[in-house]
Structures are given as C-alpha cells and as structure tokens.
C-alpha cells in the first residue's frame, strides 16, 4: 500500500465533511498518514477565523493523535523552497510536495496549484 500524505486542503475538506474528500481522507486515517506542520499551521489559522482559536486548538490537537506530523528539517526547508523557485504555487503547498516526496508518499489535495503545476510529483485529486 502506498503512504498518504495530506495537505490543509485535504484536511480542511474532511473536517467540513466535503465529499468526495471526506469519504476519502477518512478511508486512510487509520494507516496515520503524514502531513506537514506547516500545512497544521495553515489548518490552525484557517479553523481559529472561522470558529475560534479554542476549536482550533482542539482540531491540532486531533490531528497530533491521528496523524503523523512532520517538523520540517533544514532539508525539508530547502526541498520546499526549491520547489517554489521552480513552480507557482505558495510556500505551503511546497512544505506538502515535499514532505510527500521524504516520506515516499502521494500527496492528496485538491489544491490547483498543486494539481496544475506540471511537476513530476505524485498526487491523488481529492475534487
């Protein structure tokens, strides 16, 4: 089986039930799948203006029981920013690119700049 590897996107659909994302992160969380805290912070921000910070707290910490979240290393930090030197898309969307990448994992997003930057990554299109 190959490794998941969620970006706010995905995530962010799940939590509002947003099908077909839902239905599908939801199908691979008891295999952990990996997300970025980069893109947990995205979450945070997104969920704190939405529905305040104290649900927003509940949500990472949710997401820390569930998931497996990956501090960014210096190299993970550069892999990001190579990435973004080379394809229109926000930061962010780097941080998952190339977190899925160090983990060996397909990316799940429905995120168009991910999905129509042209890159050799793997995805899954959660739309």
Do not use: Q
Request: charged share 25%; aromatic share 6%; hydrophobic share 50%.
């Amino acid at each position: 089986m190959t490794r998941a590897c969620l970006d706010s996107w995905a995530v962010l659909r799940w939590l509002e039930g947003a099908e077909p994302a839902a239905s599908r992160v939801e199908s691979l969380i008891e295999d952990r799948p990996v997300m970025s805290w980069i893109n947990v912070a995205e979450v945070y921000y997104v969920t704190a203006r939405s529905a305040g910070r104290t649900i927003a707290d509940e949500v990472v910490r949710d997401l820390a029981a569930t998931l497996e979240l990956d501090l960014p290393s210096v190299t993970r930090v550069l892999e990001a920013a190579a990435i973004k030197a080379d394809h229109p898309m926000s930061l962010a969307d780097a941080f998952a690119l190339a977190t899925a990448a160090a983990h060996d994992a397909v990316l799940l997003t429905g995120d168009p700049e991910i999905l129509d930057a042209g890159g050799l990554w793997r995805t899954e299109d959660l739309r």
